[in-house]
């Protein structure tokens, strides 16, 4: 008679309450492209762009998150991709340089509301697109180059903060910014361990993809189908993720790994280049 074998159980996840900043798309379009899924010819409507952000700032508050709301500027259809909008760690906020002229205008917004809100505010001299691009992961932050943020701006970073700074090359226009690429699924884990993380292995280039490999072995590899779809564009608070409901098969990686996925399609806020993270800025507070 065969024993009925065991399944092996994944882990617990333990949920962290994180505070946010958040941007009602009210003047949301696509005027002019700077980036693979922007086409100005395509029709968008704002109102949907406005109810389906709607569904994430609603999911983020019942879950028990806290949301900070910066005002919406006419002109500046970008500033709903709030993830852009600055870099903060222990109360400090490095706020972007953006690549491009048409996103420029946003960099005073931001600045301003990081001072207003009792922020210290560092830098920025180099180019650099914010939380888009830089990612706490652990004790060390993980940085994208190759598209938007600059490799200076990696370095600026180490000296703001004092912390380590692994840079990590991006080769796919469609993947333009390290938050579309790569997800950290434990926003804070105990000092010197390791998070687990999720990524699109050929949206860098070699030579990060064995810096990843070696850094995080147990990281959850998406298809380039879930990728394809901006899966990894996802908000984790340690338990809940939040994705896109297109990504089918990432939904299950991390159901296996004890995740619970809420799904929230903000189909119209693609058709801008960006997803659920991009609409997300973490605010990590003075201790
Ligand atoms: N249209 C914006 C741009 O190209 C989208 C930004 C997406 N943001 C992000 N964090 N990936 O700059």
């Not at 361990?193 to 998406?222: C, G, K, M, N, W």
Request: with cysteine.
């Amino acid at each position: 008679m065969s024993q009925p074998t065991e399944l092996p159980q994944p882990a617990e996840r333990v949920q962290q309450r994180r505070r946010y900043l958040m941007c009602r798309p009210e003047f949301f379009t696509v005027s002019y492209s700077i980036n693979p899924w922007m086409d100005p010819n395509e029709p968008t409507d704002t109102s949907n762009a406005v109810r389906q952000w709607q569904t994430l700032y609603d999911a983020y508050i019942t879950l028990g998150h806290e949301v900070e709301l910066i005002e919406p500027q006419p002109g500046l259809p970008d500033m709903v991709y709030t993830a852009n909008g600055g870099f903060v760690i222990d109360g400090v906020a490095y706020p972007p340089k953006f690549r491009y002229q048409e996103r420029a205008g946003e960099e005073r917004w931001f600045t301003e509301w990081f001072r207003d809100n009792g922020f210290e505010v560092a830098g920025p001299d180099e180019t650099n697109e914010g939380e888009g691009d830089f990612l706490l992961a652990g004790d060390v932050i993980l940085a994208g180059r190759g598209f938007r943020s600059d490799g200076a701006s990696h370095r600026e970073l180490e000296r703001i903060y004092g912390r380590e700074v692994v840079s990590l090359t991006l080769v796919d226009p469609r993947f333009y910014h390290l938050d579309t690429a790569l997800s950290i699924l434990d926003p804070v884990v105990e000092p010197g361990a390791t998070p687990t993380i999720a990524y699109l292995p050929h949206a860098f280039d070699e030579e990060s993809q064995r810096i990843l490999a070696e850094r995080f072995p147990d990281a959850i590899h998406v298809s380039d189908e879930d990728g394809a779809v901006f899966g990894l564009n996802s908000a984790s608070d340690g338990k809940n993720v939040f994705i896109s409901p297109r990504a089918k098969g990432f939904e299950k990686q991390l159901a296996e790994r004890g995740y619970t996925p809420v799904l929230i399609d903000l189909s119209e806020l693609l058709l801008g280049g960006g997803g659920i993270k991009c609409c997300t800025l973490e605010l990590r507070s003075a201790k």
